[in-house]
């Protein structure tokens, strides 16, 4: 944990012309294919033209994210009378719209959903109290995740536990066993999301010496969470909290993990140390495009057309897709299925030497 974080959000929140372009980027083209140069000032200016937030489409979007989730809440909580299986089994379904509400709070963060900066946090931290996430904490450290990813010397705040085949053999048999232990699907997408979200986010990790404005993001979200809480537990009784609120966000935390992991963790991604790492290649080397089906890109925002999020963090998530159907270079870059990412769970080590990453029984039979 650092000792103290700079702020840093808001150089990120100016997007692309927070980026140099002096050097040339490159995009990873499938791996039958060799990669291209393209020119930083070019995509930049590319890149800008889809920045600009359509305040029409984000109440829009707002309104058929938020409607049908505060909806399908009063439904389950109705259907606890007659069926608590069939209420849990609504609220499971209802953890689509709560994992859509967080790819809101992440534009608002980024400071894309609205043109209005004072707007996008004020809606960012009404929701942050939905998704158990403090706003202003959660925003400075996805920045570092923003301004750090890919960097072998700035990993800890905003990223998954990754260690080189290097360091992962110099640790004793202890330390070998608890990152062994984390890297396990069943924790990292089952306990971790549990960890994160109910009890990491009540405290500013990360920030804890940053400054009273982090504490006052975790310390008033934390009020606003017990007063929501205990009126659902006086109105409702306990089974709410049981059969409906909880599946959701147990449900929808661990979607949120997956998604966050197989954006960085696949195995032609890029990792490297401080004197040869680039923001901007980072950006683009070290994220995926990870290309789902339709009904999945809606619920998560785009998210997966994650290595144009990284490159221009400005763009709306519903002007995403925008930039892939104008520009095809993009398209293949880093490109992972839904088929394909299922084996980036048993990734868990960085090569140096092979520059991708690697299963624990690969890592083993490198030589030493």
């Known amino acids: 944990m650092a000792a103290k974080a700079r702020p840093i959000s808001r150089s990120l929140d100016r997007g692309t012309r927070a980026l140099p372009t002096e050097r040339p980027i ?27 937030p359509d305040p029409t489409r984000s109440v829009l979007e707002l309104i058929v994210t938020l409607a049908p ?29 709560l994992v859509r509400l967080f790819m809101i709070q992440h534009d608002c963060g980024h400071g894309s959903f609205f043109r209005s900066k004072r707007l996008c946090n004020w809606l960012g931290r009404a929701i942050g109290v939905v998704t158990l996430t403090p706003y202003d904490v959660w925003r400075e450290t996805h920045a570092i995740h923003h301004a750090t990813t890919g960097n072998l010397d700035q990993r800890g705040i905003g990223d998954i536990p990754t260690m080189t085949v290097a360091e992962y053999r110099a640790k004793g048999p ?5 990152y062994r232990l984390v890297r396990h699907p ?7 999301p549990f960890y994160s979200f109910f ?26 969470i017990a007063a929501a809480l205990t009126a659902l537990v006086w109105f409702g009784g306990w089974s709410v909290v049981l059969f409906i609120f909880l599946p959701t966000m147990l449900l929808a935390a661990s979607t949120g993990m997956w998604f966050f992991y197989v954006q960085h963790q696949f195995e032609n991604t890029s990792w490297s140390h401080r004197a040869d790492w680039d923001i901007r290649d ?14 999945l890109r809606w619920i998560t925002g785009n998210i997966g057309v994650h290595h144009v999020h990284h490159l221009a963090s400005r763009i709306p998530f519903y002007r ?24 980036c769970a048993r990734l868990a080590l960085w090569d140096e030497s092979a520059e991708r990453l690697v299963t624990f029984a690969e890592a083993h039979r490198l030589p030493t």
Request: charge should be positive; glycine fraction near 6%.
């Open 174 to 178: 202890v330390a070998r066993g608890l």
């Open 69 to 97: 989730f505060l909806t399908t809440w009063a439904v389950g909580w109705w259907l606890l009378a007659y069926s608590p299986a069939l209420a849990m089994l609504l609220a499971l379904g209802n953890s689509a719209f």
């Open 282 to 295: 980072a950006a683009i080397e070290g994220s995926s495009h990870y290309d789902l089906p339709p009904i």
């Open 320 to 343: 995403l897709p925008e930039v892939l159907r104008d520009h095809d270079a993009l398209v293949d870059s880093n490109r992972v299925t839904l088929r394909e990412s299922l084996g």
């Open 186 to 192: 069943l924790v990292l997408f089952g306990v971790v």
């Open 199 to 224: 009890l990491q986010n009540r405290l500013p990790v990360g920030l804890m010496r940053s400054g009273w404005k982090y504490w006052l993001s975790a310390m008033a979200t934390n009020a606003a």
């Open 26 to 52: 490159t995009v990873n083209a499938p791996r039958s294919c060799s990669k291209e140069p393209v020119d930083a000032l070019r995509w930049s200016r590319v890149l800008t033209r889809y920045r600009a």
